[in-house]
Structure formats: structure tokens, C-alpha cells
């Protein structure tokens, strides 16, 4: 049941809101613009107009943002594909399938030469990407067409904040279009939901051909011989993994002591382990400095054809580490993070506060520090989630309108990381437990012991649950399991509704299912509730 958030004194504009105006009989027009069409814009978008105000998208690139066009939705259409090579690769032999070897007698431009064999199963990497790019272009259209269905209008362009806010509370907004020309938009709120791009190391610049960020990826027709990962962030484990199923030798440079450090340890360890295991090779404490292009073994020498007019030169890359070391592949791919995009947008002259990193500051129904502007997504640094910025987007419209919102609240955000296995974690987390910060008990069960892995060939993954150790109230969890971010769900209800071990331990499971190892997690929790409390 959400409430009306009360507003804090000094960053809401003075005078009515919309709800006020309401109440005293009047028809406000509340004009509304976003700049930015990523989830954070274009769900508020949708809020916005159904609550009844004037509403205009802005965005430079199309709608559904990063998020649909270059992140999360091409990234994890490619991981289809390479989730069905993984189940195949790691599991036909086990479940009794036969993948007989061709021996080619013709040999064929495309094939393998004559008398050789070769494995029936490959990938075509120039078809997954176009499908990659339909199916992300496919869901922008699909977005568009909503919010313009829901009455919102769209200008394609780029947005910035002008000045400061005028007498009445409104606030302006210049859009400047690929042709140059300008439009200014008056709004009485603004939302800034502008996401981010990748970093760059000034040593290691992308040049789209072989040293790459992971927008350009889906532009290969080829898939990479050697593939060169610098960061272990979850971005960097995701196309690692991927690649390697998809075919590629994977090398993954790890500035830590392992991969993914901001996750669960136990189930970076699983997958760092499950990495190795399929070969690849996982560089720990290993920091890239710089990325370079050089000529490969077929084409070195001065009159090599692929030296380019710009020294672009070679088939090859050769990364160098900050302790000296040199290792090389044909392409690399940069992962090291991201930085928001709040440069150029006027936002401090309009009194938008940053932090440091150059993201807004934000409270937790989406204000910023200046009065009428507000900011979601990736833009805030919160927490780079598609669901969060949509959520974010969301409160901000329902704060603004005078809709009943409940406040951002980050303990209940469930997150995936779209390896093989899966992780998906909900809650609190074991650093929160470690460091002592959240008093809880802990049980990890792994899904070897499930019947339904076990009939699956899964052997690698568990299902660990957090609880109050006096209460059994469920405060989080984590599963390393194939599909861990559909297993995730009952935990997450259990979260957000301070349901204990035992509701979860009574509910019935399918039988043989993985989620029953989520019932048989919570009813070690509970055996252990009543063994502290005899
Ligand atoms: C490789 C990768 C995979 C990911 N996978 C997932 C996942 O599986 N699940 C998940 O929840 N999250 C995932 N994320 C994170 C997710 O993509 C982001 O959290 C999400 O995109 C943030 O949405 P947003 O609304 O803040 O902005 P974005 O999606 O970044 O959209 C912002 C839009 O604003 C536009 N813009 C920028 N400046 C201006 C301007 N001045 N004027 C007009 N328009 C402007 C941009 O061009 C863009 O279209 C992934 C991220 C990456 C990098
Ligand atoms: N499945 C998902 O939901 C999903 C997928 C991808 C990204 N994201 C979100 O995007 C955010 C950013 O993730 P990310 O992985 O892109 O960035 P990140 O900042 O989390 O990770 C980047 C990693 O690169 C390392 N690094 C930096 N410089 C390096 C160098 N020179 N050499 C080697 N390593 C170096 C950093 O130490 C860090 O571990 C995350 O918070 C995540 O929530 C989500």
C-alpha cells in the first residue's frame, strides 16, 4: 500500500502541485518533459501521461535507450544463443545424445577442407547479431508506439536543462536536433534519465573492429578467434561466458582477486570455477593498461595489407598489463565500467547537485537538489538496474503528480547476472552478514543433492537463503542455478513480505524441481530456529 510521501522543506517547488490544484477544482495541464527514453524515461513517460499531465520524451538515440538498443536486451538476446550451445556442449554426451563428425569429401568455401571433420554444431555469428539488432529495434518501435499511444509525444534530439527555474515554477528544456535546429520545451517538472556510456582507458580506445565496448559487439560477422575481456564486472563476466560458449578462447583480465566482485562469493567462486573448468583463461589481479593493434603472423612486415591509413594496423591486439606483462588475441573487449551521461546538460548551473562521479544525487522518491528536476536510472548511480530506473522514473512521476508513492526502497531489488549458471540474488547480501551489519542465518544447499539436477546433469549452483535468526523472517537469498532469475522469485515474494522460513518451507514444491531445494533451504533454516530455540 503505497502513501504520500510528505516532501522535505527546500527541494519542492513552491506553490500547488498538480494533486493541490486538483482538490480547488481547477484542470491543471501539467507539462512534463524527460530527457531520455531508456526505461527510466520511458516508464514515467507512461505514468505520467495516464495521471493526466502534458508529456514529452526526448531522446537522441530512440526509445528504450540503452538498455534496448546496445545493453541489456542485445546482450542477453546474443546469451540465448549461447545458452543453447552451454546446454548442448556441457550436457549432450551425459544425456545420451550423439553428435556424429562430418567428414567433408568436397570441401566448400564455407566447410572444412576435404578428408577433414569437423563438429555439426557452430555459430553463425553475423546471423545471431541480425537478429540481436531486429529483435532490439523491434522492441524500440514497440516502446514508441506505447508511449505515443499513451499520449506522450517524442522529439528525437538532445535535451539540456536551460537556466535556472523561472517565477512560476516552470523550468526550460532546448532540445537540439541532428540537423542543428533548436526547440524549446517549458515544463513544470523535469526528468533527467540519461543513463550512461562506456569508460575509456585513454590507452585502450574501442576502434570498433577488434578493440571493442560492448555496444559495437553486434556489428561482428565473425566470431572472435581469441577474445581478450578486460573487467570481471558483471558485464564483462556476461560476454566472457557467452563468448566462450559461443566458441571463442576467452581470456578474462581481472583487475581483483576474482571475478565478479561485487557479488555473492560463494557464487563467484562457482562460476570462476566453472569458467576454468570450460577453459578459460582467468587472469586475477591483472589490471590492463593498454590495448593496441598489431599485425598477426600472416600479415607482419612493412608492407603489410592491413596496415590502415590512421596505424590501425594488424588482425591481432596485444593488451598490456599495469605490471608489464603482455598478452594478445584477435579482438578485445573493454568492460571497465561506465559513466554517466550528466556532462554538458547544464544541470549545476540549474542547481542540480553531483556527486563526484559525476551522478545526480537523488532522494529516494527521485528528487534532485534543484526544485522541478528530478532523476532516475543510471544517471543516479543507485544501483544499474533497468528495474530500478524504471521504478525510480515511476516514483518520481506518482511524487510530482501527488499520486500515493512509496519511496525507493533498495532492500527489495532483485538483480541477475545472466551467466552459465545463472546468479540472482535478492536482499541482503553475505558481505551485509560478514560485516556484521545485518544480524542473519545462513543456509547454502548445493543443487548437486536435487533430483531434478541431477536428471538434468546440473552439477554445479546452490540455493542459499538469509533469515532473522530469532523471527525466521526470509532478508534474502541467492541461487547459482541455470534460470536462477526465474528460481529467485519465491525468495523475493518472501522478502517483500516479511514472510518467515517456515511459509516458505510449508508451500508445496513440484516434485522433482529445483525450487524444492528453495523449500529444502528454509526448512534447514527452521530445524535450526527450533533447535536454538529448545
Ligand atoms: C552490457 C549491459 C547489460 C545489461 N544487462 C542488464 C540486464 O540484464 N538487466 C538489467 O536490469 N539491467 C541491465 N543492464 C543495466 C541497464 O541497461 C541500465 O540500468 C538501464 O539501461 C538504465 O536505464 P536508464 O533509463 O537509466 O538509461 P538508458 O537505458 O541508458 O537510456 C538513456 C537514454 O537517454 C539518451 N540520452 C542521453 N543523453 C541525452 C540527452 N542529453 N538528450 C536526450 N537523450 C539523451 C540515451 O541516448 C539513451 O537512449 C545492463 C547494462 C549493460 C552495460
Ligand atoms: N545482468 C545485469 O543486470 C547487468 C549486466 C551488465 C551490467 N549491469 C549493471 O551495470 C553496472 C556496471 O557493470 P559493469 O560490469 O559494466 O561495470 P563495473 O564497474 O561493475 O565493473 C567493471 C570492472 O572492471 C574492472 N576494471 C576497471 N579498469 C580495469 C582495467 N584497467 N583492467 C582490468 N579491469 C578493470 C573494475 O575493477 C570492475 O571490477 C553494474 O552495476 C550492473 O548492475 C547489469
Redesign the pocket.
Known sequence: MGYVFQPTSGTQPRGDTPAATRARGVTPVTRIVI???????YEAALVGAQLGAEVTV?????LG?????T??VP??TLIATAEVMTTFDSSYEELGIIVADTVSDEGSAAGPPPGTSARVVGVDLGKVNRRVKRLALAQSHDITASVTRAGARVVR????LEGQQAADGSRKVVVRAADGTEETLVADAVLI????HPREIPDALPDGERILN?TQVYDLEELPEELIVVGSG??GA?FAGAYQALGSRVTLVSSRDRVLPGEDPDAAAVLEDVFRRRGMNVMARSRAAAVKRIPGAASQGPSSPDAGPEGRVGDRVEVTLSDGRVISGTHCLMAVG?IP?SAG?GLEEAGVRLKDSGHIWTDRVSRTSAPGVYA????TGVF??????AMQ?RIAMYHFLGDAVTPLNLKTVS??V?TDPEIATIGCTQADVDAGTIDARVVKLPLLRNPRAKMQGIRDGFVKIFCRPGTGIVVGGCVVAPRASELIHPISIAVDNNLTVEQIANAFTVYPSLSGSIAEVARQLQTRKAADEG
Open positions: 530527457i531520455g527514453g531508456g526505461p527510466g524515461g526526448v531522446d537522441c538515440d530512440g535507450g540503452a538498455s534496448v538498443l545493453d541489456c546482450s542477453k534530439g538532445r535535451g539540456r534519465a540519461t543513463g550512461g560492448w558483471v558485464t556476461e561506465a551521461n546538460m532516475a536510472g543510471d544517471v544499474a538496474l533497468a528495474s530500478v530506473a522514473g538483480a541477475n545472466f
